[in-house]
């Protein structure tokens, strides 16, 4: 039964992530700190999912061939004709959002896909859960904003403010300025190095043997094996 539990997670990941890339409007600004953990929730639910999927090592290179196929078979190619529908549009403006969300869907896919063939090349559940969850404070932590400040082209010269970063302004007050905007960062690449670092097979291991003790002490209570019945 264990064995199927990372099913949970994934449905709820998927479904979120269809209501967010399907049914909603694609919004590019988030508001609150609410909406920010609402659209972080499908990376926490796949990472879950990545974490406790079952390895097996005769369908490993099968499933990283599909992943590999269904990324140049589809989603590079949706990507492709968002940009042409974006270079097209009179207004690019209202186009940017819809490219914007792809973009970001894109990112989030590369780093899950990495994290999958982690898992399926051996790694265990609790490295796996590092991985993601440090993955996910990277992508987060603004490091693409900085990188655009950076390398962006500037007619005007680079902006002193980052008003496109709106997931810091929602942390921060307001939209960030370049120091603030680097100080958030150094923030979340820290915690990340601090989740890499974390013990999470030791409390793993520990949660299992409560979990066992529990088992354990129910089937005692319910005249399961390790009761001893009294003779009739």
Same mark, same amino acid.
């Given at each position: ?48 999912? %990545? ?27 949706? *990507? ?26 894109? *990112? ?35 490091? *693409? ?12 010269? @680079?902006?002193?403010?980052? *008003? ?7 942390? %921060? ?32 291991? @520990?949660?299992?043997? @409560? ?22």
């Amino acid at each position: 039964m264990t064995r199927w539990l990372w099913l949970a997670p994934a449905a709820l990941g998927a479904a979120i992530a269809t209501l967010i890339m399907v049914v909603l409007p694609p919004d590019r600004h988030v508001g609150s700190l609410a909406e920010v953990l609402y659209k972080v929730s499908p990376l926490v639910c796949a990472v879950l999912a %990545v974490a406790g999927f079952p390895r097996r090592p005769g369908l490993g290179l099968g499933l990283l061939c599909v992943l590999v196929v269904g990324y140049m078979g589809v989603i590079d190619t949706v *990507n492709v004709l968002h940009v042409f529908a974006y270079a097209e549009a009179a207004d690019r403006t209202a186009a940017f959002p819809e490219l914007y969300q792809f973009m970001i869907f894109m *990112n989030a896919f590369t780093v899950l896909a990495a994290l999958f063939a982690y898992r399926l090349g051996g790694a265990d559940a609790a490295r796996v859960l590092k991985a993601g969850f440090a993955g996910i404070l990277v992508m987060i932590s603004g490091l *693409n904003d900085l990188s655009m400040w950076v390398l962006g082209d500037w007619p005007d010269g @680079r902006p002193e403010v980052l *008003n496109w970063a709106s997931h810091i302004a929602v942390f %921060v007050g307001g939209p960030p300025t370049v120091p603030v905007a680097v100080a958030f960062c150094a923030v979340h690449l820290l915690l990340a190095a601090v989740v890499l670092a974390l013990p999470v097979r030791r409390w793993l291991d @520990r949660l299992g043997a @409560r979990l066992e003790r529990r088992a354990g002490s129910a089937e005692r209570a319910g005249g399961g094996p390790g009761r001893v019945r009294p003779a009739p």
